[in-house]
């Protein structure tokens, strides 16, 4: 016996949407969607922010404050974080220390998971069946132990930290206020500054949070407000990701790229509908796609411009409106 299995209406349809994509993709030499979503993108396609790096980076060196990367979601706070994890390895502090760097990328994190993921990610062995304060007091211990033998001070970088559950937060808390009174006091002549910087992110609600709830730790926190992309950081974001979707990224360069099929006055609008946010630029870009697809499969042109922008914008922002 033959089954006759009909497409539906809404199969049909999505499939013809992904097709027209498929079509506008191929025209501009693209492999894929340029505006796909990455958890951890490739390197290649990070947005460059000297000035603020070097005061990320510079507050870490001086060792006189933990740090707290502020801003909305999507506003680039892994980005930075990674090009921050990136640089240390190779510097110094103002005493001469190395680095051990370690991040944690996970959130929802219970107490134990939270001690296990950041062993793990400075590289600390411990025993499965440890309890959390165990596998904490061995990470404290080996950190000593690699700053008085090693010269190496340890920079933890954590990201969305207030995602994770509040008795993870006991446990940083202890790393942040390392060393102890009782190490100093076996130790008073070496360890008299402290040896571990939590690096940490989140949204300014997590951060009113933490001073309300973590006040031991926010106290001796500075945070460091994410900017927005001006309208030249905008466009390389979207100039990386059309030129990595067509396999040449390798030949990008900063100061002389292509954005084809956008023009400069569609990325102007689309940066002032995202408000300099790179997740915003991505989804409204994605948008334009969509829109400028459409219009290849009628009119034979791919281009993003002016009013293909505005149109995306202004439906976006009415979303935003409704949701709210």
């Not at 390389?236 to 390798?250: H, M, T």
């Not at 042109?301 to 979303?319: G, K, Q």
């Amino acid at each position: 016996m033959t089954i006759a299995i009909h497409e539906s209406a809404l199969i049909r349809h999505f499939n013809t949407r992904k097709e027209v994509l498929r079509a506008w993709e191929e025209r501009i030499g693209a492999r894929f969607s340029p505006f796909r979503g990455y958890k951890m993108p490739d390197s290649r396609l990070y947005i460059e922010w000297p000035e603020f790096l070097d005061q990320l980076v510079d507050l870490i060196l001086t060792n006189e404050r933990h740090i707290f990367l502020r801003g909305p979601v999507g506003s680039g706070k892994s980005t930075l974080m990674l090009l921050a994890l990136r640089d240390l390895p190779t510097l110094a502090d103002r005493r001469g220390n190395k680095f051990v760097t370690g991040y944690v990328g996970m959130t929802g994190l219970y107490e134990k998971q939270m001690a296990a993921a950041i062993s793990d990610s400075l590289r600390i062995k411990y025993r499965r069946s440890w309890e959390s304060s165990q596998i904490v007091e061995a990470v404290a211990q080996e950190s000593v132990r690699r700053y008085i033998q090693e010269n190496s001070r340890t920079a933890l970088f954590l990201e969305d930290v207030a995602d994770n559950q509040e008795s993870a937060f006991h446990k940083l808390r202890y790393l942040a206020d390392l060393p102890t009174q009782e190490m100093k006091s076996d130790y008073p002549d070496v360890l008299d500054e402290p040896i571990i910087t939590l690096i940490m992110s989140g949204t300014a609600i997590y951060w009113n949070a933490m001073l309300s709830f973590l006040p031991q730790i926010a106290d001796r926190t500075e945070p460091l407000d994410v900017p927005p992309f001006d309208d030249q950081k905008a466009k390389e974001f979207i100039g990386r990701r059309i030129y990595y979707a067509q396999g040449r990224i390798d030949s990008f360069n900063p100061d002389n790229f292509e954005i084809y099929p956008f023009d400069d006055a569609a990325v102007e609008i689309i940066n002032e509908a995202a408000k300099g946010n790179p997740r915003d630029i991505r989804m409204l870009s994605r948008g334009c796609q969509q829109v400028a697809a459409e219009n290849f499969r009628r009119r034979d042109n791919p281009e993003v411009d002016r009013e293909i922008a505005r149109l995306v914008s202004e439906a976006y922002a009415e979303l935003l409106r409704e949701v709210r």
